[in-house]
């Protein structure tokens, strides 16, 4: 196993030679962590039992699903990850949109899920071996689990694949024997003294359908093709990767997300998570939780990492990936630490990555649009522009800008931020939606209309369908 070399340059074809089925591994061993285990939880949290709460879940990730792994196709068609590929679309310059947005996505979810993994694991050797639950615990523990994850992201593609592999098993196996460690106190009714959020049972399960259910996958807009460029179109066909996608972004979000909201249920948590679930858990389970909360946060963060370091990379072309990766590892570590020691920062992160959603949707819309415009071609070599420090080619449009796509983004994410709902910040057209936060359906309607009004008849620079230097796969 070698550290790998490759950032976001285009990634030759028989480099290519991940499966299908590679995409399952990692979106299942990826996302067993605690730290989406707990988005199973927010059903509970609103008042919602265990059927609203599975419906609510089940609906969202589905819907959610359909609409955001068609970006799986866009890198296996480009050769490189997604926020690189959006300059077909949004100019080799304005592509550094998607790579901020990719980049601070990923630092907030990473940031969450040290957090929630690093809080289970003080837990557990607390009641194991009496460890303090002081600030040294912490500190040494978020240490730990930062240093595992660095290591993974440094190594790259092949290390994160192998671990997922294992994951996706020995996690699995893990939550079955939870459900049976905390099956004897399961109820299928909300908590004692939890009443509906929003009031009605049709309002609060709305809103655990869009903020639990829904925003699974769209947390994944700009991470799919971090994946999918390592798998050859010459290999597999498109149907078949959009079906591993869809089958990994499904079980990959639903089976911890249903255990979250089994255990919620089974140890009363309304206003807590964590902490409950590790006071009730049975002694002998003690130690599977602790193996569960660290191996799986190394797992979940440590693709989020990467993902970070690739975007840097795409953002400064004369850093290595591997440069960039201790870079963001550095930041993702110093915030996890004022998360907990300086700042009530949960909330603030939570806030900053809902934000951070309503703003990246749009993109995503405008990437897909383009992809559906384009029928998949594109010239690989001409969106390595701005990575080679040049100018011009088939994607430069006004001077590295498409400006009709970056109209349109700010239009969306304009009107995604004004309604948009999080702990620190509620936006003023909030009301219109019933107190919901429906900011990225509503940003993605905006953006596509407006879009496509200003880029009506227009066509897309596209490549001739077959060229020997370029990807080109029959649609």
């Known amino acids: 196993m070698q550290i790998e070399q490759r950032g976001v340059d285009t990634v030759p074809d028989e480099e290519r030679t991940s499966r299908p089925r590679d995409l399952v591994s990692i979106l299942l061993g990826s996302n067993l962590a605690l730290g989406v285990i707990v988005f199973g939880w927010l059903p509970v949290s609103f008042g919602l039992g265990w059927w609203a709460s599975f419906t609510s879940l089940l609906v969202g990730t589905v ?21 690189t590929s959006s300059g077909a679309h949004f100019g080799v310059r304005g592509r550094l949109l998607g790579s901020v947005i990719g980049l601070l996505l990923s630092l907030g979810y990473t940031a969450l899920t040290l957090w929630v993994g690093g809080d289970a694991v003080v837990g557990c050797l607390d009641r194991l071996v009496g460890l303090p639950a002081g600030g040294w615990s912490y500190a040494v523990v978020y240490a730990l689990l930062a240093a595992c994850t660095a290591t993974s992201a440094v190594f790259g593609y092949r290390m994160l694949l192998r671990l997922s592999r294992a994951l996706s098993i020995g996690l699995t196996v893990l939550l079955v024997i939870g459900v049976v460690a905390y099956a004897g106190d399961f109820t299928t009714a909300a908590p004692a003294g939890t009443e509906y959020l929003l009031g009605g049972f049709w309002p609060t399960w709305l809103l655990a359908t869009v903020s639990a259910g829904l925003s699974g996958p769209i947390a994944f807009i700009t991470l799919l093709g971090d994946y999918t460029r390592y798998i050859s179109p010459r290999r597999f066909s498109q149907p078949r990767v959009f079906r591993a996608t869809c089958a990994g ?227």
Not at 332 to 339: D, E, F, I, K
Not at 356 to 361: P, S
Request: overall charge positive; charged content about 10%.
């Open 63 to 83: 819907v959610g699903t359909v609409l955001v792994a068609p970006l799986a196709l866009v890198s296996l068609r480009t050769a490189t990850n997604l926020s």
């Open 249 to 475: 972004l499904v079980a990959g979000l639903l089976v911890p997300q249903l255990f979250g909201t089994f255990t919620a249920l089974a140890v009363g948590a309304g206003e807590d998570y964590a902490g409950p679930l590790v006071a009730a858990a049975p002694a002998w389970y003690l130690v599977l939780l602790l193996v569960n909360a660290s191996a799986g946060s190394v797992g979940n963060a440590g693709l989020m990492l990467y993902s970070m370091g690739l975007d840097l990379d795409a953002i400064l072309p004369r850093a290595t990936r591997t440069q960039a990766t201790y870079v963001v590892a550095a930041v993702s570590t110093l915030l996890v630490y004022l998360g907990h020691f300086a700042w009530a920062a949960q909330d603030a992160m939570t806030s900053f990555v809902l934000l951070l959603t309503a703003v990246g949707t749009p993109w995503a819309v405008i990437t897909l649009i383009g992809f559906a415009r384009v029928r998949g071609r594109y010239d690989a070599d001409a969106l390595q522009v701005y990575n080679r420090r040049g100018r011009g080619g088939l994607y430069w449009y006004r001077g590295g800008w498409n400006v009709r796509a970056a109209v349109a983004w700010a239009a969306g994410s304009g009107i995604g931020l004004l309604s948009v709902d999080t702990p620190a910040y509620s936006g003023p057209l909030l009301p219109v939606t019933g107190g919901i936060d429906l900011s990225f359906l509503i940003s993605g309607a905006v953006t596509a209309a407006v879009y496509l009004a200003l880029d009506a008849g227009r066509p897309h620079p596209a490549p001739p369908a077959r060229t020997p230097e370029r990807i080109a796969v029959p649609v």
